[in-house]
Every structure is written in C-alpha cells, then in structure tokens.
C-alpha cells in the first residue's frame, strides 16, 4: 500500500514538473525566439475532408500531410465567412464578419458592365500586414486579393504589403489562364493567354513568384501571404496533371460552360470534360506546391525559424462541375459553401513551427480567422487593436493550455441567400436563415459534441438557449458605413 501510494507522488511530481516544463517554453520561446517568418497558406473552396490528413480516400495530398505530421492539426478550426471576400476580411482585421467592414462579395460596376475589383476596405483599416511590417517583416501576398480594386485604398499595396502578384479581382479570378495578372501596381499582359490559347497556368506564374519572395528576403524576417485560387471554380489544370487522374473516377462528370464571346475569361467558368479527375489534378497541384514552399525554406536554412500555416476560406463549392459529394469534400459535414451550417465554414488548418510547436500533434481547441492576428501580434510581440474579436492561440500551439484563453462565442452573417446568422457558444450550435426576408425566422440549435452534422435540431427543447443565442445574434454585430444587415445587391464575384 505504501509503495502504491509512493508510486502516486511520483506520477503525480513527473505531471507537474511536466506542466511546469511546458509553461517555461512557453514563456521563453515568446520572450526570446528570433523573430520567425511566417507563411500563411490559404486554398479557395477547400473542404474540411479534401485532404487526405483530414480523411479523404479518393486521392492523397502527401506534402501537406507532411506539414500535419511536422506540426499541429486543428479539428475545431473555422473560416471567417462562408466565401471570399468577408473571409479575407476577417483574416486581415482580426474581426467577424458582424464587425469586420468587408461583409459581401460587393462588386464594382457601370451602368453598361462589371469594373475589375471590389468594392475596397478603407485606408482607415489596420491590417495584420501593417501590423507586421511595424516590427519590421518584409510582407508580400500572392494569389488572389479581393479586398479592394487596383490603385484604391484597399489595393493590398496600400494596405501593409510591399509585394503582391496574382488576381486583383475575385471575379477573373475564377479563370486559370488569365489574360493578366498584377505585378504591385502594373498590369502584366499574358500574352500566352490571348484569344484562347493556353500556355500560361496563373497558379504556376504566381508560384513561381512566391518561391523568389522567399530567395530575395530569406536573410530577414518575412510574412508570406499565399491565396491560392485553387481548388475554385473552375475546374481547369495542364493536360500533364489531369492525366494523373484521368479515368480514376468513374463515371466522369462533364461541364457546359463560356468557352467563348465577350465573357470569356471574365468571370464565368470554362467547360470541363473530365471534371472529377481534373478536381483531382487541382489539389494535387496545391499540394505539390505547399511541398516546393517547404523543400524551399529547408534548402535556404530557414526551416526552424518559420511558421507555415496552411488553410481554407470556406467551405467546398458546387459550381463549375464541381462534385463535392463525390468527393466527400466537406468531410460529412452539412453544408456546402454559402451555408452557415459546420459544412460552409469548418476548415482544415495546419501549423508547424519546428522546435517550438511538438509534432504530429492534434487540437480541438475552437478558433476563426480573427484569431491569426492576434496569434501572430503574440509570435512577434506585437500589440493589436483592443477593437479585434481575434484570441490569440499561441498557447495552444506552444503546449501550454492552463494559458489559453476561450472564446465566448463565435459569429458569422451572410449577406446573400437571404441572410444567414450563426453562433457557436461551447458545444451548441445556432443557425438562423432567410433573416433579411423574415426578421423573426427561427433559430435552429444543434449541440456538436454528439450532432456534428447538425441533424436533429433542438430548439423546441432548449429555449433557454435559444433566448441566450437570440440574444449574442442581436448584438454581436454592428452596422458600418458599407454594409448593413439588408437586402444588397451582390453579385458571384467570389
């Protein structure tokens, strides 16, 4: 009895001085590391369960499974909106999207067409670009912006980044073989491209471009923002990657799309013959790429003075052939993109950070996009907004949990589809829909930790909750001096 009970002090003095060892990296690695590159990785319309890492069979993405096996895997991990744009915002400003000010797809036009670019985040926003170039980080983004159309106030230029190259425009960015492309403030013909030819891939230009950002600034600290335009519609990939896949996933699936006339290449989605082996070759481009980002920082050195994290902005779509029920590409989950429901915001994110973050690691701690600013502003001591939504995790991800912070809740809105609010407190789950038709619509509840598919709503049963997430609804949120919480007209520029 004796020796049992010995045996108990032993354990118990190994647990503490294990927590207390946790708590030290903690405190030193935030106080004394050199201050790390960070790339942030973001995929478009890829879904919870289009990874293998996070469960998909039908194809392998062995790169970013390495990235996962080197670092920590997020299970609880949420988008800041259901599409683009407010999702982006929600990432650049740390806040929701019931108080971030890019809450839509909001596009520009004429009376007679679609202008390139959306409608801008004031000069007034504080990005975390311009929070990072303040502690001294090279900043660059490549891929697609969405936040504000070329030469205004929102041009990623004017808002914290040194370099950019890809898409200006969310709306040409749904075409692989662009006729141009931004190079800072210039426009890059692709001559490659004009008429209908194809010899340019935008997804390979642009990463030829991020790979040089790492070379030219590898010797000081930088922040590489990488939007990747896939795995969006449409569905278009070199005949080299498609033929990897092709006839693997039978039977096919065919797509009638613009492959000529004034709207081709400007907006609307190419035809594809073989879209399910061509959905494939997409991801594996990406996947391939995200590898060449890390064999890249490795090759120069750099490797353990760099976060990577990897990412989606929302759920999966359906347009363009797209087949995501094939695919399972939402992982089970309800919902596709443009729902509030986990399916439309529940992402896939990975960290690795070697030697400070332990490997092959996994997380359900609960976090968004507003989360990343606050995070990074802790990784380089920085102080953020006080007006932000964001916690930082930068616990979680250093192994010492007694410190980490919880939220109260999680918001989204939706400005299209009628209007859509949503709310994560702990475990339950609230969805409201068609509120700009119908102000009173009915709140349906759904408790995640044994409803992960949010199949039996429990509202009728629960109406103290339902009052309690009624009431986080009515006041999460506030108007901005672009969009209020009524019926916008918004275009698919996303």
Known sequence: MKLKFIGVIIVAIGFLSCKEDAKKQYVETIQNHKKPNIIYILADDLGYGDLSCYGQTKFKTPHIDKLASKGMLFTQHYSGSTVCAPSRSSLMTGMHTGHTIIRGNKVRKNKTMLLEGQ?????????????????????????????????????????????????????????????????????????????????????????????????????????????????????????????????????????????????????????????????????SILDEQVGEIMDKVKTLGIEEHTIIIFTSDNGPHKEGGADPVFFNSNGGLKGFKRDLYEGGIRVPMIVSWPKKIKANTKTDHISAFWDIFPTLGAVVNAKTPTNIDGISFLPTLLNNTEQQNQHEYLYWEFHEKGGRQAVRKGNWKAVKYNVLKQSDSPIELYNLSNDIKEANNLATENPEVVKEMESIINTARTSSSIFTFKQETYLNSN
Request: aromatic share 16%; proline share 7%; charged share 25%.
């Open 119 to 283: 409608y801008p985040m004031p000069d007034s926003t504080f990005t975390m670009a311009e929070m990072l170039k303040k502690k001294g980080y090279k900043t660059g983004v490549f891929g697609k912006w969405g936040l504000g159309f070329p030469g205004s106030e929102g041009d990623p230029i004017n808002q914290g980044f040194d370099t950019f190259f890809g898409y200006n425009c969310q709306r040409l960015g749904h075409n692989y073989y662009p006729y141009h492309l931004w190079s800072n403030k210039d426009s890059i013909t692709l001559t490659g491209n004009a008429g209908r030819k194809n010899e340019v891939y935008g997804p390979e230009l642009i990463h030829e471009k991020t790979l040089q950002f790492i070379e030219d600034n590898k010797k000081e600290p930088f922040f590489l923002y990488v939007s990747s335009i896939i795995p969006h519609a449409e569905l278009m990939a070199p005949e080299k990657a498609i033929k990897k896949f092709r006839g693997n996933f039978m039977p096919e699936k065919t797509f009638e799309g613009v492959d000529d006339g004034p709207e081709y290449r400007n907006g609307p989605y190419g035809s594809q013959n073989e879209c399910h082996a061509t959905f494939a070759a997409m991801v």
